[in-house]
């Protein structure tokens, strides 16, 4: 049956215009975003087939086009829509973070973060350049691949943190197996980084690590002083 046959108010678009977006199913949100589905498939059973493929929304979102064009019913068109939503959603976090203030609003940090960097199928370490109210500058991503001692240089974040005249930074980085939990090698370069920030009178607040479903704070292990 097409969703246009179901009873009145059933509909996805209709039950989020009665009852807000947040009543809808994962499947009945997608939904909306492709608007119809396929010939014997409609726009919700679509979506629910496209999820179960991937696994989750995120899964979905952040897969390459050639493996969701794959899908049956899903061309460059509804790919696109889909990529614009996600990244609709990005921006709305990133001007949530620069409104606030770091410290006073973690979950902020952690939400950002995580739309940022969990889903990378390669390792990112990144900056959080804050002023002297510990408001967002800038977020850069300032290397890629292995994140090891010889791949990170503390003189290139001095030199960063200089240029953009920052007065405080939080380090993140992702680990794209999924597991947050920080390496020994993470420590060391977190010290590092430290020592190198405390040459120019700027504090490191924090190293974040970005797992599948979880950060973890090295400020809230006491691994920060």
């Given at each position: 049956?097409?969703?246009?046959?179901?009873?009145?108010?059933?509909?996805?678009?209709?039950?989020?215009?009665?009852?807000?977006?947040?009543?809808?199913?994962?499947?009945?949100?997608?939904?909306?975003?492709?608007?119809?589905?396929?010939?014997?498939?409609?726009?919700?059973?679509?979506?629910?087939?496209m999820i179960h493929?991937?696994?989750?929304?995120?899964?979905?979102?952040?897969?390459?086009?050639?493996?969701?064009?794959?899908?049956?019913?899903?061309?460059?068109?509804?790919?696109?829509?889909?990529?614009?939503?996600?990244?609709?959603?990005?921006?709305i976090a990133h001007?949530?973070?620069?409104?606030?203030q770091i410290l006073?609003?973690?979950?902020?940090?952690?939400?950002?973060?995580?739309?940022?960097?969990?889903?990378?199928?390669?390792?990112?370490?990144?900056?959080?350049?804050?002023?002297?109210?510990?408001?967002?500058?800038?977020?850069?991503?300032?290397?890629?691949?292995?994140?090891?001692?010889?791949?990170?240089?503390?003189?290139?974040?001095?030199?960063?943190?200089?240029?953009?005249?920052?007065?405080?930074?939080?380090?993140?980085?992702?680990?794209?197996?999924?597991?947050?939990?920080?390496?020994?090698?993470?420590?060391?370069?977190?010290?590092?980084?430290?020592?190198?920030?405390?040459?120019?009178?700027?504090?490191?607040?924090?190293?974040?690590?970005?797992?599948?479903?979880?950060?973890?704070?090295?400020?809230?292990?006491?691994?920060?002083?």
């Open positions: 049956m097409g969703i246009k046959d179901w009873p009145q108010g059933e509909g996805p678009r209709e039950k989020l215009l009665l009852k807000g977006a947040g009543h809808l199913s994962d499947a009945e949100l997608l939904a909306v975003i492709l608007r119809n589905g396929l010939a014997g498939q409609n726009a919700v059973d679509l979506a629910r087939n493929q991937f696994g989750g929304l995120r899964s979905l979102l952040s897969a390459p086009k050639s493996q969701v064009c794959k899908l049956a019913g899903v061309g460059p068109v509804k790919y696109a829509q889909l990529q614009a939503a996600a990244e609709i959603s990005k921006r001007e949530n973070l620069q409104r606030g006073t609003n973690p979950d902020l940090t952690r939400d950002y973060l995580m739309r940022q960097l969990a889903d990378r199928s390669y390792e990112v370490f990144a900056l959080l350049l804050l002023d002297t109210q510990h408001r967002v500058i800038q977020f850069v991503e300032l290397f890629r691949g292995t994140i090891d001692s010889a791949s990170v240089y503390p003189r290139e974040v001095v030199s960063l943190v200089l240029e953009k005249k920052a007065a405080a930074v939080i380090v993140c980085h992702n680990h794209p197996s999924g597991i947050a939990e920080p390496s020994q090698a993470d420590r060391r370069i977190t010290e590092r980084i430290k020592n190198a920030l405390a040459t120019i009178d700027v504090s490191l607040l924090d190293h974040m690590v970005v797992g599948d479903q979880e950060i973890v704070s090295f400020a809230e292990r006491g691994w920060i002083v």
